[in-house]
């Protein structure tokens, strides 16, 4: 199972609509012939749709979803992107979801939350690891 059919399955059982239309990331054939990913504002992957009862200010959360040892670098790229603070300013979520195997092989998800400081201003407040699954972390938003 790849990183982003991970992430459905993860949202799925916490009761979030995550549809496969609603992956963003698109593989296209660059100069070269190189092929390349392109995500929805550069930095989101999937889009998931959340329900009001799971008690959280917003309904949508864009993830950009990658493996652990790339963890962060997308946290630092998603600071730069010139497009977050309009997206969280439109009272949407944004996090950067990170996956990775213990010793064991469980897979073990890291979820870093993003937040507006002030007017258009970005900041990182919050890392949750966690096993998929579990009901020990806090719902989006929280």
Not at 111 to 139: C, D, H, M, N, W
């Amino acid at each position: 199972m790849d990183l982003i059919s991970r992430t459905i399955a993860e949202c799925l059982s916490r009761g979030w609509h995550a549809p496969r239309e609603a992956i963003t990331e698109h593989r296209i054939k660059a100069r070269g012939g190189r092929p390349t990913t392109k995500d929805f504002l550069g930095i989101i992957d999937l889009v998931v749709f959340m329900p009001f009862a799971s008690a959280c200010p917003s309904t949508c959360l864009g993830i950009q979803v990658t493996s652990s040892s790339n963890h962060a670098a997308r946290v630092k790229k998603a600071l730069a992107n010139k497009h977050l603070a309009y997206w969280l300013e439109a009272n949407n979520e944004f996090q950067v979801w990170s996956w990775r195997q213990d010793k064991t092989g469980q897979w073990i998800l890291r979820q870093q939350l993003f937040a507006l400081k002030g007017p258009f201003e970005v900041y990182t407040f919050k890392s949750i690891t966690r096993e998929p699954g579990s009901q020990s972390a806090p719902p989006a938003g929280s």
